[in-house]
C-alpha cells in the first residue's frame, strides 16, 4: 500500500511539474516576443513538439498578439543547415510581418541527431514522399496547429531557405491539399537528388526535378556558390509556367535584382522567380541578428508573404481539399 501511494504520489508530482513547465514556457515566450531588430511586439512565441511514425521534432510556433481565436493564415518556415528555428526567425524577420498581418508561423526544428549539419534531408527517397519521412512530420506539425489554432485551411502555406527550401519543395509537391502555395529560397526542386553524391551534385551544378502544382515564388542570388543558381531557373521551369513579363530593380541604397512574372497553365499569375544581383547563399532582405542573411537584399520575407496573401487555396478543382 505504501509503495502505491507513494507511485500515486510521484505521478502527480511530475504531472505538476509538466503543467508548471509548459505554463512557464508559454509565460517565457510572451516575454521574449520581440522582433528580429529588438523591437517589442506582443505575440507569444511557443516552444513545442510534435511525434508521429515518422520519429519527433520540436517546433517554435509565433502566435501574433492580433489572434482573438478567429481563422487565421499560417506559415510554416524550414530553416537551413546548421540554423534554428530561433535563428531562422530572427533572420528572416518572419514573426515581425506575422505580428503586423496577423497570421501564425511555424518552424519546425531539424536535430542533429537526423543529420550531423541540422539540414532537412531533402536528398532521402525516405524523406520525400507523402506521410513518409520528415515529410510527413512537417506536414503533420501542420496538422497540428490547424487542430490547436483557428487556421483558414485557404491559407497555410510553407517557405524555407536551402536545405529547408528544397524540403519545402519537396513538402509542397506531396501535399498540394494541404498547403495553398510555396517559397523556396536558395534551394532545389522537388526530387532533385535521391542520396548524398546526387545532393551535392545538384547544388553544385543545378539539377530538374519536380514542381509542386502550386503558386510557387522563388528567391535566389546570383552569386551563390552554396546551391548554384540554375537551381532556381529549373524550379521555375519545372513549373511549366509562361512568363508574363521580366524587370530590373533595386533597392535604394541596396542590391539590384531581377524580377520575372509567370502564368499557370490556367493563365494566371501564380509563379515570381527574383533573382538578385551580387547576394550569396544568404536570405534576402533579412536581418544580422539571424546567420545566412543579405540585409541589402529586397525583403524576401514580406515579398513571399504578399505573394502568399494573393494565393489563397482553390477548394474546387483538381486541387480541392
Known amino acids: 500500500m505504501r509503495h502505491s501511494f507513494l507511485a ?8 505538476l511539474a509538466r503543467h508548471l513547465r509548459d505554463a512557464g514556457q508559454e509565460a517565457l515566450g510572451r516575454l521574449r516576443g520581440t522582433g528580429s531588430a529588438g523591437t517589442p511586439v506582443s505575440g ?16 517554435r510556433l509565433y502566435v501574433p498578439g492580433g489572434y482573438r481565436g478567429r481563422p487565421v493564415p499560417l506559415v510554416v518556415m524550414l530553416h537551413g543547415c546548421t540554423q534554428s ?7 528572416t524577420g518572419m514573426n515581425d510581418v506575422a505580428e503586423a498581418e496577423t497570421f501564425l508561423v511555424a ?24 506521410d513518409r519521412g520528415e515529410t510527413g512530420l512537417i506536414a503533420g506539425i501542420t496538422r497540428a496547429v490547424m487542430a490547436a489554432y483557428a ?16 524540403a519545402a519543395a519537396n513538402v509542397a509537391a506531396a501535399y ?16 532533385a537528388a535521391r542520396d548524398l553524391p546526387g545532393a551535392l551534385a545538384a547544388m553544385r551544378d543545378g539539377a530538374a526535378g519536380a514542381a509542386a502544382p502550386l503558386p510557387t515564388i522563388v528567391f535566389h542570388g546570383d552569386r551563390d556558390t552554396t546551391v548554384n543558381p540554375r537551381n532556381g531557373d529549373a524550379l521555375v521551369a519545372a513549373t511549366g509556367g509562361r512568363l508574363i513579363r521580366r524587370e530590373e530593380c533595386a533597392v535604394p541604397g541596396g542590391r539590384a535584382f531581377e524580377r520575372s512574372l509567370y502564368a499557370d497553365a490556367s493563365g494566371r499569375p501564380a509563379i515570381e522567380h527574383w533573382l538578385v544581383r551580387g547576394s550569396g547563399h544568404a536570405w534576402s532582405g533579412g536581418s544580422p541578428a539571424g546567420s545566412y542573411t543579405d540585409p541589402a537584399g529586397p525583403d524576401a520575407g514580406r ?6 496573401k494573393e494565393h489563397p487555396r482553390r477548394i474546387t478543382g483538381p486541387l480541392g481539399a
Open 44 to 59: 507569444r512565441f511557443l516552444d513545442l513538439t510534435f511525434g508521429n511514425a515518422g520519429g519527433q521534432r520540436a517546433y
Open 107 to 130: 518552424y519546425p526544428a531539424q536535430t542533429a541527431a537526423a543529420n550531423q549539419a541540422r539540414c532537412w534531408n531533402w536528398f532521402s527517397p525516405a524523406d520525400q514522399g507523402r
Open 8 to 15: 500515486e504520489i510521484t505521478r502527480r508530482a511530475e504531472g
Open 151 to 166: 487556421v483558414d485551411p485557404r491559407r497555410v502555406y510553407v517557405a524555407g531557405l536551402s536545405a529547408g527550401g528544397a
Open 303 to 308: 515579398e513571399m508573404w504578399r505573394f502568399f
Open 85 to 91: 528555428p530561433e535563428d531562422f526567425a530572427a533572420g
Open 176 to 191: 498540394p491539399d494541404l498547403y495553398a502555395a510555396v517559397g523556396v529560397h536558395s534551394g532545389l526542386c522537388a526530387g
